[in-house]
């Protein structure tokens, strides 16, 4: 399997702009996340979906992120408008339930630079 | 909500020394989970540990859950360059359908030829 996909791995975007990320879930996994990590956070998850419907948004820091998942390989997650403390690496992993415990694995991330 | 503690917050070892790491969590955890990032890249699970007291090892990797449920340990022995990364477990409840994890803040590891 080719893992799961994300791109563009580095962004480089001017405060104000629209950001959209991409992610394709390795196939078959029925679960897939958001995750932000900055060096004063940590990793920090923002959103989840479950066969493609969004299960609990409340790590969205606000308005200006949102995230789709239009079928089980292609999920977005876009900020608009973006603004610098939004620079960070953010990460997509999937998970297959029934498999052993949900183990979620991980894209390579976008790197994120919002000048 | 759950907390995970983990420490140290990095370490600066040299090549061929052992290395230990924990976390400690607040709360009780089914499945205790550890991944490595390495640098540019996402986290790759190393091992998943599933019981109480069950020690697992993956080459010079060996990672315990401990018995109370609310911590894990992680050692490497032998440490070589390769080892650099970032280190992270991840604990998770696995009750009712909930399979989300919580991530440790990590523990950085920098190895000395």
């Known amino acids: 399997d080719a893992g799961v996909i994300q791109s563009p791995r580095h962004e480089v975007t001017e405060m104000g702009q629209e950001v959209t990320l991409r992610c394709k879930p390795i196939s078959g996994h029925d679960y897939l996340f958001w995750y932000r990590q900055t060096m004063m956070r940590g990793l920090e998850l923002l959103i989840y979906f479950n066969n493609n419907v969004p299960i609990d948004d409340s790590g969205m820091p606000e308005d200006r992120f949102s995230a789709k998942m239009p079928n089980a390989s292609f999920s977005t997650l876009k900020i608009q408008p973006s603004e610098p403390r939004d620079s960070a690496v953010y990460f997509c992993a999937s998970s297959r339930t029934g498999t052993v415990k949900n183990i979620q694995y991980f894209g390579a991330g976008t790197r994120l630079s919002v000048l | 909500g759950q907390q995970l503690n983990q420490s140290p917050q990095s370490m600066f070892i040299q090549e061929g020394e052992d290395v230990s790491m924990n976390c400690t969590s607040s709360s009780i955890f089914n499945t205790w989970l550890w991944y490595k990032q390495e640098p540019g890249e996402g986290p790759v699970l190393l091992i998943a540990?599933?019981?109480?007291?069950e020690l697992t090892s993956n080459g010079r990797l060996t990672a315990q859950f401990g018995i109370t449920r609310k911590d894990s340990f992680l050692n490497i022995s032998a440490s070589i360059p390769s080892d650099v990364g970032i280190y992270f477990c991840?604990?998770?409840?696995?009750?009712?359908?909930?399979?989300?994890?919580?991530f440790g803040r990590g523990t950085s590891l920098i190895v000395h030829p």
């Open positions: 540990l599933y019981k109480a007291g």
């Open positions: 991840a604990g998770q409840m696995g009750t009712g359908g909930s399979y989300i994890p919580t």
